[in-house]
């Protein structure tokens, strides 16, 4: 059975550019959550989709916008890149309950 | 946003030694979550804890969600080399809502 996958593993973008990350969920899963985790810092909360639509949005500004596809698998997209958006960006998985809540092994950004 | 202090900071102690931390936080979760992470790789969760006083155990690990819905402890028993890494602790407000992640523990286990 397999976990959360995500693509691309590391991603080199040059500043103002934009990129797109790519998250499958666990089987059976329906919601898809998106983190930014900076080095040396915990993940901290981009948004949660469900049902196709946004259900939750933490601090982050309208660069960073996301989608959500029927089969449930979801992509995070930003735009207009700037050096501070260089991170690990994990996908979680879940119940809409946020039972199971399991993450994939995340794509590392960096924006030179 | 909820800030969640995970206290200590950073552990070093000797292979088979026991282990402690904790996670507290200024508002009430009703569902706390204990995660483990790799250097390059994704949290992996170790315990999920769903009700207050709750002790649930996974092999070594034992943590429980604490009484006044504050706070959330993780305790490794008989530590092995293979436990080095950052725990992190994650707790949600409601049912369904996102989760907020502490600042983490890194542990060294020295043979």
């Known amino acids: 059975d397999a976990g959360v996958t995500q693509s691309p593993t590391h991603l080199i973008k040059t500043r103002g550019q934009q990129v797109t990350l790519r998250c499958s969920p666990k089987?059976?899963?329906?919601?898809v959550s998106w983190y930014q985790q900076a080095l040396g810092q915990g993940p901290q909360f981009i948004f949660q989709?469900?049902?196709?639509?946004?259900?939750q949005r933490g601090n982050f500004p309208d660069r960073f916008s996301g989608h959500q596809f029927p089969n449930y698998s979801s992509e995070l997209n930003v735009n207009a890149l700037l050096l501070g958006d260089s991170a690990l960006y994990l996908c979680?998985?879940?119940?809409?309950?946020?039972?199971?809540?399991?993450f994939g092994s995340g794509t590392r950004l960096t924006v030179v | 946003g909820q800030q969640l202090n995970q206290s200590p900071q950073s552990m070093f102690i000797q292979e088979g030694e026991d282990v402690s931390m904790n996670c507290t936080s200024s508002?009430?979760?009703?569902?706390w979550l204990w995660y483990k992470q790799d250097p390059g790789e994704g949290p992996v969760l170790l315990i999920a804890?769903?009700?207050?006083?709750e002790l649930t155990s996974n092999g070594r690990l034992t943590a429980q969600f604490g009484i006044t819905r504050k706070d959330s402890f993780l305790n490794i028993s008989a530590s092995i080399p293979s436990d080095v890494g950052i725990y992190f602790c994650?707790?949600?407000?409601?049912?369904?809502?996102?989760?907020?992640f502490g600042t983490g523990t890194s542990l060294t286990v020295i043979p």
């Open positions: 979680a998985s879940s119940l809409l309950t946020g039972y199971g809540y399991t």
């Open positions: 089987s059976g899963h329906d919601t």
């Open positions: 989709y469900y049902e196709e639509e946004e259900r």
């Open positions: 508002s009430i979760f009703n569902t």
């Open positions: 804890l769903y009700k207050a006083g």
């Open positions: 994650a707790g949600q407000l409601n049912t369904g809502n996102q989760f907020y």
